[in-house]
């Protein structure tokens, strides 16, 4: 017996009157030493419920495997979650969505060309259900049924918008119900076209997601389900943004009469996001609709709670509605975090990326990071060009995502997939030139049917026409920060390739100087704190990369905006001497780094 049933219009807890007041915060996104805190503000602002979504693709990172640790110790939030009073719906896909890498898909299931993701192909429910036969047994003492904060479950996520395959969503159902979820179970879908009728399920809660027009939204989730309660299970307050775009905010009044409208007419509601929190490392995913643009790095998403966990506009403005509504604890409303004081820090070493390049695959063609194993960050390829001269250099299938192109070590140019490149005029200056490209996985693409194409270099290169042959192809181990004492250890002076620790270059093709002493480095420096506090990394000058704090991946940066500033949580930092790490891609006009107090994430935008 489920702890929330439903009725003709509105929802029983233990047998009692209940709405949902819900707001999203991704236990993933949020370094784990906050959570209590922004759970904590969750209550405050007069939530009775938090929302989370699981990410598959980090919690698997390969096949067999649970990862149920740190960042991704959801059975602590969850206990931290019941520890402030707070009920949990539980979104765990197995897709998600959510502005997340590959939208939280497992890049090991997309090595298969021929999968059909997302619908009842057995290789698809199969890998699911060896997931879920992991990830369930280990949750189930949180559902309510065992006196837990659980109180529903979501199946997929607005399949309506991907497919109609009802048998695979019945599988996802039945999948959950087998292994012991006992809970309410409820889909979430978009209100317009068939997304309704596609992505619902007979005796599975139809739930709507929008963000405005509430009365039509809510006239459509009742056509499409004339009984039971009406639930905005996405009320999207904010946007995500992508690199090269606007900043997107939302008017804090206009999110709140949205808000007001929504509870006036009965209905529960889940608030996307109440803190969007932060995509760190490679985690951020992507859009591909005309063309293909990543998601930035922050998840502020102009929500209740900023980026660093503080009330903003939105935070008291809701507050506001949800007690003309329902009681609001009669506590007062959370201050600011303190912030660091204003530092800059000197970058003093530096040191060329391709010594720790690691050890190759030798291939005819290029081969994809997929086909290399890799679920993210960059790939490195490298081989000779036979011919000298000018003329075009071809990549075959583009590029994904971003390509630096390298002749005997110099820079020659860039292509992206965003601007659809895969050619690039260069100028051969001999014989057997060294050709190096580095190639960034920008995310992957989370919504839509481009879900799982494949990174890296995606077919045959031709320079003048002619194939390329023989490359090197290096997956980069850049998911962990370098070690430190690595970098300290190196001369701050350009490291000659000669001079690259034997074992580590095991490339056919010596590593032209020109590469070691002007291409992509990792920059070091060190700063000194008294008491860890949030921060912002500022980094004017610099152009292009990603950047570690005492280890932790901190993101990726770039000038292109609109992101100006990466979140610096305070747990990360350590009274006494902290460490910076930034592989820079290209080039900086300075060798100083700064941490504000201030976040930037650019000029906001439509
Ligand atoms: C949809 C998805 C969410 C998220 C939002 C946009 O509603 O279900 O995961 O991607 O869009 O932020």
């Avoid at 140019?413 to 060294?434: F, K, M």
Wanted: hydrophobic share 35%; glycine share 10%.
């Amino acid at each position: 017996m489920p702890a929330l049933a439903t009725t003709s219009d509105g929802f029983l807890l233990h047998g009692d009157p209940f709405r949902i007041l819900s707001g999203a915060m991704h236990y993933f996104r949020v370094h784990p030493d906050q959570w209590a805190d922004r759970l904590r503000k969750a209550r405050l602002m007069g939530l009775n419920t938090v929302e989370t979504y699981l990410p598959w693709n980090l919690h698997q990172p390969e096949p067999g495997t649970l990862v149920l640790d740190g960042l991704l110790d959801l059975p602590r939030f969850l206990r931290l979650a019941a520890a402030e009073g707070l009920h949990v719906l539980l979104r765990p896909g197995p897709f998600i969505c959510a502005e997340w890498d590959g939208g939280g898909l497992p890049h090991w299931l997309t090595t298969d060309p021929d999968i059909r993701l997302r619908t009842s192909d057995p290789r698809f429910t199969e890998a699911v259900d060896r997931y879920l036969d992991l990830l369930l047994p280990p949750l189930l003492p949180y559902m309510a049924a065992s006196g837990g904060p659980v109180i529903a479950v979501q199946v997929e996520n607005e399949y309506g918008a991907y497919g109609d395959d009802i048998a695979y969503l019945k599988h996802i159902e039945h999948a959950l119900r087998s292994r012991g979820v006992e809970e309410l179970l409820f889909t979430c879908d978009q209100t317009a076209g068939d997304h309704l009728r596609n992505g619902t399920l007979p005796g599975v809660l139809a739930t709507g997601t929008f963000g405005s027009r509430v009365e039509e939204s809510l006239r459509r989730l009742r056509e499409a389900q004339p009984e039971g309660p009406l639930m905005c299970s996405e009320f999207w307050i904010g946007w995500f943004d992508h690199w090269g775009g606007p900043h997107h905010g939302r008017d804090a009044e206009d999110a709140a009469a949205d808000l007001d409208r929504l509870l006036a007419a009965g209905a529960s509601v889940n608030i996307y996001m109440f803190h969007g929190g932060t995509n760190f490392g490679y985690t951020n995913g992507a859009n591909h609709h005309h063309a293909y643009v990543p998601t930035v790095t922050s998840y502020d998403y102009d929500a209740p709670l900023t980026e660093s966990g503080d009330p903003g506009p939105k935070y008291h403005a809701f507050r506001e509605v949800i007690a003309r509504h329902a009681p609001v604890p009669d506590e007062p409303v959370p201050a600011p975090s303190p912030k660091l004081a204003p530092t800059t820090v000197r970058l003093t070493h530096r040191t060329p990326l391709i010594p720790s390049a690691g050890r190759p695959v030798r291939a005819k063609d290029p081969l994809s990071a997929d086909d290399m194993g890799r679920r993210a960050g960059y790939t490195l390829y490298r081989t000779t060009v036979p011919t000298p001269g000018h003329g075009l250099l071809h990549f075959e299938g583009g590029v994904g995502d971003r390509a630096q192109v390298f002749l005997d070590g110099a820079p020659a140019g860039v292509l992206e997939r965003e601007r659809y490149e895969e050619t690039l005029p260069v100028h051969v200056p001999r014989a057997d030139a060294v050709l190096d490209v580095l190639v960034e996985n920008m995310g992957r693409v989370n919504y839509g049917p481009r879900i799982g194409v494949p990174k890296g270099l995606l077919g045959p290169v031709t320079f003048m026409g002619r194939p390329l042959r023989d490359w090197d192809c290096h997956a980069l181990p850049l998911d962990d920060a370098p070690s430190t004492t690595t970098l300290t250890a190196t001369d701050p002076e350009p490291v000659a390739p000669e001079s690259a620790p034997t074992g580590t270059l095991t490339s056919r093709v010596p590593v032209p100087e020109a590469f070691a002493s002007s291409g992509p480095a990792f920059h070091h420096g060190t700063f000194d704190v008294r008491t860890p506090a949030d921060a912002f990394l500022s980094l004017p000058g610099w152009t292009k990369g990603q950047a570690w704090i005492n280890g932790f991946h901190l993101g990726r940066y770039w000038n292109r905006g609109p992101q100006r500033t990466l979140y610096v949580p305070a747990p990360i930092l350590r009274r006494g001497v902290n460490d910076l790490v930034l592989l820079e891609l290209h080039g900086a006009t300075t060798s100083d780094a700064h941490l504000t107090d201030v976040p930037d994430l650019g000029p906001t935008g439509p």
